[in-house]
């Protein structure tokens, strides 16, 4: 974990503002994600990315100092999907039965990081490693709080009902979040696999423990 890319990005030197800017960064974004999945962020260099986008290194400085912060802007756009999951999900598990709530969450969630797996792994290396990218920590936070409020809400559906619902929310979440974060990093195509998928809600199930008789 060495990898100078790691280190805090500098701010994007700005948002666009018109159609034809957002273009231009989406071109920018998809050319670097693209080169980040295939090289890795050694050989993923300003001029390559432009190159890939068929823009001038110039076009790229207008909105990112540095490729680090070509990286910070893949990593937000990766949370915002994560959230979108979630804020999509939400609606169908508020009330639904533990096991539906448990899959259909790590689902939607687990999709997000499927569609793209080398991408997502090389992401979890060079963008948002724990306590340096602020969006992944309020994703996360935010994620705490909605598990915390399920737990509270369904407790009666529980034999053993978590005595702190809100510290067993924050490491499950922190749990599976260094969890699929190592795998997509160090084996992503694993990611993949419906027994990868399997095995977390077994994870999750169990930490659960069993259901109230009814």
């Known amino acids: 974990m060495g990898d ?14 018109q159609e034809r800017s957002q273009a231009l960064v989406d071109a920018i974004l998809d050319a670097t994600a693209e080169l980040l999945a295939r090289d890795g962020p050694a050989r993923t260099t300003t001029n390559r990315v432009a190159e890939r986008a068929g823009v ?14 070509l990286f910070a802007a893949l990593g ?17 598990v508020a009330d639904a039965t533990v096991d539906r709530i448990v899959a259909e969450l790590l689902g939607a969630l687990v999709a997000v990081s499927q569609r793209d797996a080398a991408l997502s792994g090389m992401l979890h290396l060079t963008a ?3 306590r340096v990218f602020e969006p992944i920590d309020a994703f996360e936070r ?6 915390a409020e399920l737990l509270t809400r369904h407790a009666a559906r529980l034999a053993s009902p978590p005595p702190d619902p809100a510290l067993t929310a924050r490491l499950l979440v922190r749990a599976l979040g260094g969890l699929v ?24 199930r169990g930490s659960l423990g069993p259901l109230a008789q009814t």
């Open 76 to 92: 937000e756009r990766y949370v915002g999907e994560l959230r979108g999951a979630l804020d999509a999900v939400w609606p169908r």
């Open 56 to 69: 001038s290194v110039g076009s790229i400085y207008q909105y990112f100092p540095d490729k680090q912060a």
């Open 128 to 130: 948002i490693p724990a």
């Open 4 to 17: 100078p890319s790691q280190g805090k990005a500098a701010p994007r030197r700005r948002r666009p503002r």
């Open 181 to 204: 974060g190592r795998t997509l990093a160090s084996e992503p195509a694993l990611i993949r696999e419906p027994r990868f998928f399997a095995e977390l809600i077994r994870l999750v």
């Open 142 to 147: 935010d994620l705490e709080a909605r598990a």
